[in-house]
C-alpha cells in the first residue's frame, strides 16, 4: 500500500474520529481504511491506535502539539515559524516524496533532497535564512585502542556531514 495514501487516511480517521466515518469521507470501505492504518503500522513498526468496539484512542502523545521550526538570517537574527498542515513526519524520504506531489513545502537535509536533481521536482526557497546545523554524534564503547573499522566510520561521518572538530 502506497504509505502516503496509509498516513492520510490515518490522518483522516483521527480527524473524524472512527474508521466508518473516515472511510466515508474518502470513498472508501470501512475495511479498507482499517487496511491501510494497520499497514502504517507495520511499516513504522509501532501501534498508533488503540481500537475497541466503541472507540480508538491516539497512542502517540504529542498529536496535537504544534511544530515550530527555527531559523537564523545570515546576519544573526533568530525566528521561529509555526509550522501547521495536514502532514508531520519524522521521516525525511516521507516528507521529500510528500513535497514532490505537492502536499507542501519540506525542511530536507541536503542528502535527502539530492537524490533526483535532474528532475527540477523540489524547488528550493530563498535562503536568506538558514535552519540549524544539524547534528550527528557517533557513539560506540570507549576503549583505549579504537578499531580501524569504526575510526574509518568516525571519519567518514565527519567528512560527510562537515564536522568542525
Known amino acids: 500500500m502506497d504509505t502516503l495514501t496509509s498516513m492520510g ?14 472511510a466515508r469521507q474518502m470513498g472508501l470501505s470501512p475495511a479498507a ?5 494497520a499497514a502504517l503500522e507495520r511499516r513504522l513498526g509501532v501501534r ?3 481500537r475497541t468496539t466503541r472507540r480508538l484512542n491516539l497512542t502517540y502523545s504529542h498529536w496535537p502539539s504544534r511544530q515550530y521550526w527555527h531559523f537564523t538570517s545570515h546576519d544573526g537574527h533568530a525566528e521561529s515559524v509555526r509550522v501547521d498542515g495536514p502532514l508531520r513526519a519524522h521521516n525525511g524520504e516521507v516528507l521529500c516524496e510528500a513535497a514532490i506531489r505537492g502536499t507542501g513545502i519540506a525542511l530536507l537535509p541536503d542528502f535527502i533532497a539530492a537524490t533526483d536533481p535532474t528532475s527540477k521536482r523540489l524547488v528550493p526557497v530563498p535562503q536568506r535564512w538558514s535552519p540549524p546545523r544539524l ?3 557517533a557513539v560506540y564503547p570507549y576503549t583505549r585502542h579504537l578499531s580501524a573499522k569504526v ?10 556531514f562537515g564536522a568542525d572538530t
Not at 481504511?33 to 492504518?37: D, G, L, N, T
Open 9 to 22: 487516511v490515518f490522518i483522516q480517521v483521527v480527524d473524524s474520529g472512527g474508521f466508518a466515518k473516515a
Open 151 to 160: 575510526r574509518a566510520f568516525v571519519d567518514f561521518l565527519a567528512e560527510y
Open 135 to 137: 547534528q550527528v554524534h
Open 48 to 50: 498508533l491506535i488503540d
Open 33 to 37: 481504511a482499517s487496511k491501510h492504518v
